[in-house]
């Protein structure tokens, strides 16, 4: 999913130090955490007792209203021994009879849930409803799971679904549990003419019935999670067109359900082709199309962005950052989603990420722009972790700054520390495969990339994933008798005082092209020695080619023990600097600029009156040492 919206999450999430167990979500732990907005604790385990294999919906639809009358059957089986099948359904809706294994059932409807007694260890059951949600909840998510909006553009209706995280309740009797993927469906939607109706799989029929009226009969044959079931229906004009995936012989069909509107069609065509291209290259880095036997296509709507429904992504427009954004979810969400909203960087992270590769892939002038735009996001946040310790905070799951950005972020770290492309986009791959239509954990991703590229990743998963903030470096050089480099590193968040990912310095030398070090990072005040015969002048930047979320800041040592025995003034400073000593001695005194360059250097005894007008405008560091004592303060020269 990709929202547009600008929004602010109000919420903390509390992290619970560095050394956190990384245990996969479906750990007793994470159970707790569980969604139970409308649910018991006790109904949600209830629920977990059986799976459903198979789903048959048959619903009358509009595109005018959100009105929907018909039924929905699930097949399903028992794990464990229980006493009635549970499911959510929104209690607006009319409960016109409930029919378990072609017999009529008894039922308890209590606010959102259903309570079906039932001894069968294979069931049947089939819900029949009818009605509209009457009051429009205030969601993060800008509705209710069943919506109709006006188009701007072209002031069409439309009707269209939206259920993650917890809404398919809100136009479904459904399970919702991400753990439990339904194997196969058949969705029937009745609609007038000549409205089109899009959804999961392959459009297996469009019939005319009396009335004016038409059935699209769609069916899937891939293991579908509830959220990703879908449906929209509008005034659509079918723009379908087929593209050839990498090794394979078989072409795939794109089918988009645009506004019939030739002024749009004109604008958007160019975009909406390179979904082809886009399909092309997200097979090639993470294995050919999940769902490739069937289809991908679009669904215009209202929604303010995208999101992900399996095979037919419903979206408000095809700028490419959204359409890569949804297609690469087809892989992170939809082949392999999250065990957990603890996890959703799983899917969000990894999408947010896809835009980037595209960028990279295809229009590698601008990929910079993307990268940088992560960047200016995450860096609002200077707390909160990517994990989501709060699976019931639908604004925090799907915080723009973290979830997606900083989670997009700590891939192109991730990628950097793996340091081999080859094996890294392997290891996305083999992700892909063992957990293919099934879900999986941070600590299942985690394994498998240790695994492929021989690492341990436990202090990246920590300090970036459970941890909070991000690095910020200080940096200067000095010369002697060799030349030292010096990097301080503070965080923005106490909460994870120290990241230990190896950092890139690029640095100037004297006569020589520049050069990148690539120095390891194990304290907060680190030294590093390199013999003078390198001729490293200065440091120029740090990170120079952005692949670690951090800031940088004037250099200053952490070691004070003046007491106010030395004083700087004026700052700002025009002309004249005065250093006042009180306590006399053998001191260095040394002016830095912000390349880390030491411009002046003098030893002193006592206080010290200097001169400043040779020295060009800006900040500086000034720094004082003797034997004992080390103080650090930036002033300005005007």
């Given at each position: 999913m990709?929202?547009?919206?600008?929004?602010?999450?109000?919420?903390?999430?509390?992290?619970?130090?560095?050394?956190?167990?990384?245990n996969?979500?479906?750990?007793?732990?994470?159970?707790?955490?569980?969604k139970?907005?409308?649910?018991?604790r006790?109904?949600?385990?209830?629920?977990?007792n059986y799976?459903?294999?198979?789903l048959?919906?048959?619903?009358n639809?509009?595109?005018?209203?959100?009105?929907?009358?018909g039924?929905?059957c699930?097949?399903g089986?028992?794990?464990?021994?229980?006493?009635?099948?549970?499911?959510?359904?929104?209690?607006?809706?009319?409960?016109?009879?409930?029919?378990?294994n072609n017999?009529?059932?008894?039922?308890?409807q209590r606010?959102?849930?259903?309570?079906i007694?039932?001894?069968?260890?294979?069931?049947?059951v089939?819900v029949?409803?009818?009605g509209?949600?009457?009051?429009?909840?205030?969601?993060?998510?800008g509705?209710?799971?069943?919506?109709?909006g006006?188009?701007?553009?072209?002031?069409?209706?439309?009707?269209?679904?939206l259920?993650?995280?917890?809404?398919?309740?809100?136009?479904?009797p459904?399970?919702?549990s991400?753990?439990?993927?339904?194997?196969?469906?058949?969705l029937?939607?009745?609609?007038?003419a000549?409205?089109?109706?899009?959804?999961?799989g392959?459009l297996i029929?469009?019939t005319?019935?009396?009335?004016?009226?038409?059935k699209?009969?769609?069916?899937?044959?891939?293991?579908?999670t509830?959220y990703?079931?879908?449906?929209?229906?509008g005034?659509?004009?079918?723009?379908?067109?087929?593209?050839?995936?990498?090794?394979?012989?078989?072409?795939?069909l794109i089918q988009n359900?645009?506004?019939?509107?030739?002024i749009?069609?004109r604008?958007?065509?160019?975009?909406?082709?390179?979904?082809?291209?886009?399909?092309?290259t997200?097979s090639?880095?993470?294995?050919t199309?999940?769902?490739?036997?069937?289809?991908?296509?679009?669904?215009?709507?209202?929604?303010?962005?995208?999101?992900e429904?399996?095979?037919?992504?419903t979206?408000?427009?095809?700028?490419?950052?959204l359409?890569?954004?949804?297609?690469?979810h087809?892989?992170f969400?939809d082949?392999?989603t999250c065990s957990?909203?603890?996890?959703?960087?799983l899917?969000?992270?990894?999408?947010?990420?896809?835009?980037?590769?595209?960028?990279?892939?295809?229009?590698?002038?601008?990929?910079?722009?993307?990268?940088?735009?992560?960047?200016?996001?995450?860096?609002?946040?200077?707390?909160?972790?990517?994990?989501?310790?709060?699976?019931?905070?639908?604004s925090?799951?799907?915080?723009?700054e973290?979830s997606?950005?900083?989670?997009?972020?700590?891939?192109?770290?991730?990628?950097?520390?793996?340091?081999?492309d080859?094996?890294?986009?392997?290891?996305?791959?083999?992700y892909?495969?063992?957990?293919?239509?099934?879900?999986?954990c941070?600590s299942d991703?985690k394994?498998t990339?240790?695994?492929?590229?021989?690492?341990?990743l436990?202090?990246?998963?920590?300090?970036?994933?459970?941890?909070?903030?991000?690095?910020?470096?200080?940096y200067?050089t000095?010369?002697?008798?060799d030349?030292?480099i010096?990097?301080?590193?503070?965080?923005?968040s106490?909460?994870?005082?120290?990241?230990?990912?190896?950092i890139?310095?690029?640095v100037?030398?004297?006569?020589?092209?520049?050069?990148i070090?690539?120095?390891?990072?194990?304290?907060?005040?680190?030294?590093?020695?390199?013999?003078?015969?390198?001729?490293?002048?200065?440091i120029k930047?740090?990170?120079?080619?952005?692949y670690?979320l951090h800031?940088?800041?004037?250099?200053?040592?952490?070691?004070?023990?003046?007491?106010e025995?030395?004083?700087?003034?004026?700052?700002?400073?025009?002309?004249?600097?005065?250093?006042?000593?009180?306590n006399?001695?053998n001191?260095?005194?040394?002016?830095?600029?912000?390349?880390?360059?030491?411009?002046?250097?003098?030893?002193?005894?006592s206080?010290?009156?200097?001169?400043?007008?040779?020295f060009?405008?800006?900040?500086y560091?000034?720094?004082?040492?003797?034997?004992?004592?080390?103080?650090?303060k930036?002033?300005?020269?005007e």
């Amino acid at each position: 999913m990709k929202l547009f919206l600008l929004f602010i999450s109000f919420f903390v999430v509390i992290f619970f130090g560095n050394t956190q167990e990384i245990n996969c979500s479906k750990s007793i732990k994470s159970q707790k955490k569980q969604k139970s907005v409308n649910l018991q604790r006790s109904d949600l385990e209830r629920m977990n007792n059986y799976n459903i294999t198979y789903l048959v919906m048959d619903l009358n639809i509009s595109s005018k209203n959100t009105k929907i009358s018909g039924y929905v059957c699930q097949n399903g089986y028992f794990k464990n021994e229980s006493d009635s099948i549970l499911l959510e359904l929104h209690p607006d809706y009319q409960i016109d009879s409930i029919l378990l294994n072609n017999t009529k059932s008894s039922f308890i409807q209590r606010n959102y849930l259903l309570i079906i007694p039932n001894k069968h260890k294979q069931f049947n059951v089939c819900v029949f409803y009818h009605g509209k949600i009457n009051n429009i909840q205030s969601q993060f998510m800008g509705g209710q799971g069943i919506i109709n909006g006006t188009d701007s553009y072209s002031q069409n209706k439309v009707t269209y679904t939206l259920s993650e995280p917890f809404s398919a309740s809100d136009w479904w009797p459904s399970k919702q549990s991400l753990n439990d993927k339904i194997d196969s469906a058949d969705l029937y939607f009745t609609t007038e003419a000549p409205d089109l109706v899009g959804s999961n799989g392959i459009l297996i029929s469009k019939t005319n019935l009396e009335n004016n009226l038409r059935k699209f009969h769609w069916k899937t044959r891939y293991p579908t999670t509830y959220y990703l079931f879908s449906f929209a229906v509008g005034p659509y004009l079918d723009y379908s067109f087929k593209t050839f995936l990498p090794n394979e012989k078989d072409s795939i069909l794109i089918q988009n359900f645009i506004y019939a509107d030739s002024i749009f069609f004109r604008l958007n065509k160019k975009n909406i082709d390179l979904t082809g291209e886009y399909l092309k290259t997200f097979s090639s880095i993470y294995g050919t199309y999940p769902f490739k036997n069937e289809k991908y296509g679009h669904c215009l709507s209202t929604i303010n962005g995208g999101m992900e429904h399996q095979t037919m992504t419903t979206l408000n427009g095809f700028n490419p950052n959204l359409v890569a954004h949804e297609l690469a979810h087809q892989w992170f969400g939809d082949h392999v989603t999250c065990s957990s909203y603890e996890d959703i960087w799983l899917n969000e992270g990894f999408a947010t990420y896809s835009e980037y590769l595209i960028y990279e892939r295809l229009f590698p002038d601008k990929k910079d722009i993307i990268l940088n735009s992560f960047i200016y996001r995450a860096k609002t946040k200077k707390e909160g972790s990517v994990f989501v310790d709060d699976t019931l905070n639908e604004s925090r799951i799907f915080s723009r700054e973290l979830s997606y950005d900083k989670g997009a972020l700590i891939i192109h770290t991730l990628r950097y520390l793996v340091n081999n492309d080859s094996l890294f986009f392997k290891s996305l791959k083999e992700y892909q495969l063992n957990f293919s239509h099934s879900f999986a954990c941070v600590s299942d991703f985690k394994k498998t990339v240790e695994k492929v590229c021989n690492l341990d990743l436990s202090n990246f998963f920590n300090e970036w994933y459970y941890g909070q903030g991000y690095p910020i470096y200080a940096y200067r050089t000095e010369k002697d008798l060799d030349t030292k480099i010096y990097i301080q590193q503070t965080t923005t968040s106490s909460k994870t005082p120290l990241f230990t990912t190896p950092i890139e310095v690029l640095v100037a030398r004297q006569d020589l092209p520049d050069s990148i070090l690539k120095l390891s990072i194990s304290k907060n005040n680190e030294v590093f020695t390199f013999p003078n015969s390198l001729k490293i002048d200065y440091i120029k930047s740090i990170d120079p080619n952005n692949y670690i979320l951090h800031e940088t800041t004037p250099y200053s040592s952490l070691q004070n023990t003046s007491n106010e025995t030395i004083k700087f003034y004026p700052n700002p400073c025009q002309n004249e600097l005065y250093i006042e000593i009180s306590n006399p001695g053998n001191y260095t005194f040394k002016l830095i600029d912000l390349q880390g360059r030491e411009v002046f250097i003098k030893e002193i005894n006592s206080s010290y009156k200097m001169n400043t007008e040779k020295f060009n405008k800006g900040i500086y560091l000034i720094e004082i040492s003797s034997e004992n004592t080390v103080i650090s303060k930036k002033i300005m020269f005007e």
